[in-house]
C-alpha cells in the first residue's frame, strides 16, 4: 500500500471531511477521492460509505486507519534511521496530569528553549484516562499518567510505556484527628481507624477509587465515597473543612491537615509515559522522552 494513502485515509477519521484532508494535504477534493478507491482497492475492503452528503470511514477503515498510525511511524522511524545526524525538530503534543506538569514537564520546556528551538511542546493537562483517550484519537503524542503501586494501571500492547518517578502517598485527614491511627503500624490499621468516615476522591479519575478499594480491603471494609475534586489544594480544604478524609502526598502536611503514611504494604504514586507503540523512535519524541528521564530533571525534583 502506497503510504501517501494510508496518510489521507489517517487524515479523513482524524478530520472526517474530504475537504479538510485536501486542505491540510495542498491538494484536492477529487483526488483525495480517487486515491482512497485505489486504497480500497489495494486493501480489498470498502473502506468507506456514505453518510449524508459526506462520507465517513467503514469498521475495515476505522482499522485500517489504526494500523496506518503504526506503519507511518515505522516509516519516519526507518527514515530517522537513514539519517541519524538531522536534528531533531517537530512539535510534541504531551497531555499531562498537573503535578507531573510542573515537576518534569516545564523543565523541559525551558531546556527545548535554550538548546532544541526547533522542537516545541504542546501541553494540555489532563487526567490519565483523558490523556490515554487523546493518545488513542491520535491528539497527542506523549501522555505522562500515574498509576498506584496497589492498584496498577492495566497493560496495553498497542502502547509503549516507560517510568518516570514515584512518590509516597498517604492518608489526608484533620490534624486533630491525626492521633487516632497514631498506634497504626500497617496500612490495613490505619486506614481502619477511619473506616466511619467519609472518603474524598479525584472527581476525574478513578485510581483514587480503586486504591481505596484495595487498601480497605485488607482492613476488611469498604469505604464510603461521597465526596469528589480534581484539585489537591480543594481536597485538602474539603479535608480540613470536615467532610472526610483522602489521599495526598505524604509530603503535603499543612498546619491543619495532616497526612498519615500508609505503610506495610506501602502506597506509591507512580508517574509514567505513554505512547503509541512504533513512535517512541520519532526524534522530537524520542528526545523529549530523553529529558523528561534525564538525571537533571531527577535532581531538579529531589531540589524542589
Not at 494510508?6 to 484536492?28: D, K, N
Amino acid at each position: 500500500m502506497d503510504p501517501r494513502r494510508l496518510e489521507m485515509l489517517l487524515e479523513l477519521s482524524r478530520l472526517g471531511s474530504m475537504r479538510e484532508v485536501a486542505a491540510s494535504m495542498h491538494t484536492t477534493t477529487s483526488t483525495i477521492s480517487q486515491q482512497l478507491g485505489v486504497l480500497a482497492r489495494e486493501a480489498g475492503v470498502e473502506l468507506l460509505e456514505p453518510d449524508g452528503r459526506r462520507v465517513r470511514l467503514t469498521p475495515a477503515g476505522r482499522r485500517l486507519a489504526e494500523h496506518a498510525v503504526t506503519v507511518l511511524a515505522a516509516l519516519e522511524a526507518a527514515r530517522a534511521d537513514l539519517d541519524p545526524r538531522a536534528a531533531p525538530a517537530g512539535v510534541v503534543r504531551v497531555a499531562a496530569f498537573a503535578s507531573a506538569i510542573r515537576r518534569r514537564v516545564l523543565p523541559v520546556v525551558t531546556r527545548l528553549a535554550d538548546e532544541h528551538p526547533d522542537v516545541r511542546l504542546v501541553v494540555r493537562e489532563h487526567e490519565p484516562n483523558e490523556a490515554v483517550a487523546l493518545l488513542d484519537a491520535d491528539e497527542v503524542d506523549l501522555v505522562i499518567g500515574y498509576d498506584y503501586n496497589l492498584a496498577p494501571a492495566a497493560s496495553d500492547p498497542t502502547t509503549s510505556t516507560g517510568s518516570l518517578y514515584a512518590t509516597p502517598w498517604g492518608l489526608g485527614v484533620p490534624a486533630d484527628r491525626a492521633g487516632v491511627a497514631a498506634q497504626a503500624t500497617d496500612a490495613a490499621a490505619t486506614v481502619s481507624a477511619f473506616r466511619d468516615s467519609e472518603w474524598i476522591v479525584n472527581s476525574r479519575n478513578t485510581a483514587d477509587d480503586e486504591v481505596l478499594r484495595v487498601a480497605c480491603s485488607l482492613a476488611g471494609f469498604a469505604p464510603r465515597i461521597t465526596h469528589r475534586a480534581d484539585s489537591l489544594d480543594l481536597v485538602a480544604d474539603m479535608v480540613l473543612a470536615g467532610l472526610g478524609v483522602g489521599l495526598l502526598p505524604l509530603d503535603r502536611d499543612g498546619d491543619r491537615v495532616a497526612v498519615l503514611p500508609v505503610r506495610e504494604p506501602d502506597l506509591e504514586l507512580r508517574a509514567r509515559t505513554v505512547v503509541r507503540r512504533g513512535r517512541e523512535q520519532w526524534p522530537p519524541l524520542a528526545l523529549v522522552l530523553d529529558l523528561l528521564r534525564s538525571p537533571d530533571q531527577e535532581r531538579d525534583q529531589a531540589r524542589g
